[in-house]
């Protein structure tokens, strides 16, 4: 079984462009989630997605969005890039919502962001 | 924010057993305990998870604690590739990791 994938793997972008990950989660997974990740803060919980919807969210600014498909692929984007958005970006799939807390999540390699 | 303590360093010798500790004083009675790795350079990887009784698999056994306020990964026999940074999680809706023990194993 193919594991989660994640493009692009590295990306360096400009302060206020604006940029498009994708997440690819495993065959029969409904449940996608992100995490940013920087030496100062660690692992950072973005939001979840179930089913095409939205049912978590963390602690981050209006400029972090993200949407999921009906084949459950995901994109996360990030609007008016600040330089303290350079961080590695993690998808995570799992069969279950993360509500439930009886689940594993498997994680992609990340997308390296760097801001300049 | 994570709820959970653990020490930031933990340093053991190949093929012997490790014994990671986790506090997790504020654990809701229908929260699961979660274990996670992260090996340099890579995404974390789950480990182990449990709710009451001591779990076991391939990778790690899990021994929480009768009150739950605390659990142990145990890791039987570590090998190289066991150095890492390991999580420990209280439930698992936003899935909260602290700052981890950093595991190193000496050869």
């Known amino acids: 079984k193919a594991g989660v994938t994640q493009t692009p793997r590295y990306l360096i972008k400009t302060r206020g462009q604006q940029v498009t990950l994708s997440c690819s989660p495993i065959s029969g997974h409904r449940s996608v989630s992100w995490y940013q990740q920087t030496p100062g803060q660690g692992l950072q919980f973005l939001f979840e997605y179930f089913s095409e919807t939205q049912r978590n969210k963390g602690n981050f600014p209006g400029r972090f969005s993200g949407r999921q498909f009906s084949n459950s692929r995901s994109e996360m984007n990030v609007s008016t890039l600040e330089l303290g958005d350079s961080a590695l970006y993690l998808c995570?799939?799992?069969?279950?919502?993360?509500?439930?807390?009886?689940?594993?999540?498997?994680f992609g390699p990340g997308t390296r962001l760097t801001v300049l | 924010d994570a709820k959970t303590t653990q020490p930031n360093s933990m340093e053991s010798n190949e093929e012997e057993p490790v014994h990671l500790p986790c506090n997790h004083s504020?654990?809701?009675?229908?929260?699961?305990i979660h274990w996670y790795r992260q090996l340099p350079s890579q995404g974390p990887e789950y480990v182990i998870h449990?709710?009451?009784s001591n779990v076991n698999n391939r990778m790690a056994s899990l021994a929480i604690a009768e009150d739950r306020k605390s659990s142990t990964l145990i890791l039987h026999r570590a090998t190289l590739r066991d150095a890492a940074v390991y999580y420990c999680i209280e439930g698992a809706q936003k899935l909260v990791f602290g700052q981890g023990t950093r595991l190193t194993i000496n050869p």
């Open positions: 995570a799939s799992s069969y279950y919502l993360l509500a439930g807390g009886r689940d594993e999540q498997f």
């Open positions: 504020t654990i809701s009675g229908t929260d699961y």
């Open positions: 449990g709710l009451t």
